[in-house]
């Protein structure tokens, strides 16, 4: 059994999840060193001083430092070199400063005082910290491989001594460990639980502009203007100041609305077994967690056939949940809504698909892929 010390500076949502998750889950020793999820900027240039600090206080000396991508990872092992030298190390990206996508009008989203101009000072340091470990992991393929066709440019934006042979030595220690779930969290379906008079569509993705919800309401607007019923809940976690659009369609949408709001467990776990169907519009996602939670509890989901989605579904369903355009969404919207018995016969065969998420399954891949890479260094 190891001993891995896990370094998560920014430790909520999908990050906390993921951390928490493997170490419920692992056969190894996992000690968790976090930080609160805020201040992300901070967090990549401070969190590593904090938690370098932390971690030379403690006696335990770990079989492996494994940090997620907010660290400033050549940091932390410079203020730790006394005891860190010959430990094996590994970053798991969970997203990138690279290619992680800017808001269009620059007043919102990670990058307002830069007026929606990409900081290269963040990408460096998630650089610098992949070329200071001895592995790399990302959380999808479609992750992993966007990262790689971005680097050559980044790297070549730098005006001499531009490292372009960092690209090659990345590659060669990079490769793609997809999240677990903890799907146990959400049983406890209601045995007694009705069909739905009116179909439930489900948002429990985070409110921001990443996610695109202007196009997920139009899509709403077009079928609530056919004249199609739906009902809707509105759950996800919340950052700061949430999307004008999403006052605009409550305002608009009215009593069609069940639930504005971050959901506690027991009522999120409610609505996902509740919902007809999920969508998605967005312009980042790296992996899909609140996606693959809503498909697990049977909703069906209508994605688009970009970023991580086509990872997340087996091939035979592709045609009947992915989608091209806003247009086919809207087509594919209208057909769900109308034709609730052939999608609840999706649901239940796509839940079973997507348990292969599950950690029970993933854990065991985590653990033999932590023991080699301490075993082959």
């Given at each position: 059994?190891?001993?891995?010390?896990?370094?998560?500076?920014?430790?909520?949502?999908?990050?906390?999840?993921?951390?928490?998750?493997?170490?419920?889950?692992?056969?190894?020793?996992?000690?968790?060193?976090?930080?609160?999820?805020?201040?992300?900027?901070?967090?990549?240039?401070?969190?590593?001083?904090?938690?370098?600090?932390?971690?030379?206080?403690?006696?335990?000396?770990?079989?492996?430092?494994?940090?997620?991508?907010?660290?400033?990872?050549?940091?932390?092992?410079?203020?730790?070199?006394?005891?860190?030298?010959?430990?094996?190390?590994?970053?798991?990206?969970?997203?990138?400063?690279?290619?992680?996508?800017?808001?269009?009008?620059?007043?919102?989203?990670?990058?307002?005082?830069?007026?929606?101009?990409?900081?290269?000072?963040?990408?460096?340091?998630?650089?610098?910290?992949?070329?200071?470990?001895?592995?790399?992991?990302?959380?999808?393929?479609?992750?992993?491989?966007?990262?790689?066709?971005?680097?050559?440019?980044?790297?070549?934006?730098?005006?001499?001594?531009?490292e372009l042979n960092a690209l090659a030595?990345?590659?060669?220690?990079?490769?793609?460990?997809?999240?677990?779930?903890?799907?146990?969290?959400?049983?406890?379906?209601?045995?007694?639980?009705?069909?739905?008079?009116?179909?439930?569509?489900?948002?429990?993705?985070?409110?921001?502009?990443?996610?695109?919800?202007?196009?997920?309401?139009?899509?709403?607007?077009?079928?609530?203007?056919?004249?199609?019923?739906?009902?809707?809940?509105?759950?996800?976690?919340?950052?700061?100041?949430?999307?004008?659009?999403?006052?605009?369609?409550?305002?608009?949408?009215?009593?069609?609305?069940?639930?504005?709001?971050?959901?506690?467990?027991p009522t999120y776990r409610r609505l996902?077994?509740?919902?007809?169907?999920?969508?998605?519009?967005?312009?980042?996602?790296?992996?899909?967690?609140?996606?693959?939670?809503?498909?697990?509890?049977?909703?069906?989901?209508?994605?688009?056939?970009?970023?991580?989605?086509?990872?997340?579904?087996?091939s035979e369903f592709r045609d009947a949940?992915?989608?091209?355009?806003?247009?086919?969404?809207?087509?594919?919207?209208?057909?769900?809504?109308?034709?609730?018995?052939?999608?609840?016969?999706?649901?239940?065969?796509?839940?079973?698909?997507?348990?292969?998420?599950?950690?029970?399954?993933?854990?065991?891949?985590?653990?033999?892929?932590?023991?080699?890479?301490?075993?082959?260094?």
């Amino acid at each position: 059994m190891l001993r891995i010390d896990l370094i998560s500076p920014y430790h909520g949502g999908s990050h906390k999840a993921w951390a928490e998750g493997w170490q419920q889950s692992s056969r190894h020793n996992i000690k968790l060193h976090t930080l609160p999820d805020r201040f992300w900027k901070w967090r990549m240039h401070g969190g590593a001083i904090t938690l370098a600090r932390r971690f030379l206080a403690q006696n335990v000396q770990p079989d492996l430092i494994l940090a997620t991508d907010m660290l400033d990872l050549t940091t932390f092992l410079a203020l730790t070199r006394r005891k860190t030298a010959g430990i094996p190390t590994a970053v798991y990206m969970h997203e990138n400063q690279l290619t992680y996508p800017l808001p269009q009008d620059g007043r919102s989203g990670p990058m307002r005082r830069q007026l929606g101009e990409r900081d290269h000072h963040y990408a460096f340091i998630n650089v610098a910290s992949m070329l200071a470990a001895d592995r790399v992991f990302f959380n999808s393929k479609y992750h992993l491989e966007s990262f790689f066709a971005a680097l050559p440019n980044f790297l070549k934006h730098f005006p001499e001594h531009n490292e372009l042979n960092a690209l090659a030595t990345l590659q060669q220690k990079s490769k793609m460990l997809p999240v677990g779930v903890q799907f146990g969290r959400l049983e406890g379906k209601n045995l007694a639980y009705q069909p739905n008079k009116v179909p439930l569509i489900l948002w429990n993705q985070r409110w921001e502009y990443d996610k695109n919800p202007e196009a997920f309401f139009a899509a709403l607007y077009a079928v609530a203007a056919a004249e199609h019923p739906f009902e809707l809940a509105l759950c996800g976690q919340q950052y700061g100041k949430r999307p004008s659009i999403f006052k605009e369609a409550i305002e608009k949408l009215g009593d069609q609305i069940i639930h504005v709001g971050h959901a506690d467990l027991p009522t999120y776990r409610r609505l996902l077994w509740q919902a007809d169907l999920t969508i998605s519009t967005a312009h980042h996602e790296f992996f899909g967690i609140s996606l693959l939670e809503a498909i697990y509890c049977q909703t069906f989901p209508l994605l688009p056939n970009r970023l991580s989605y086509p990872e997340l579904l087996p091939s035979e369903f592709r045609d009947a949940c992915l989608y091209e355009s806003e247009d086919e969404l809207v087509a594919k919207l209208t057909w769900a809504l109308t034709h609730l018995n052939e999608i609840r016969k999706v649901q239940e065969m796509l839940a079973t698909a997507v348990s292969r998420f599950d950690w029970q399954q993933i854990s065991p891949i985590y653990d033999d892929t932590m023991r080699n890479l301490c075993q082959n260094l």
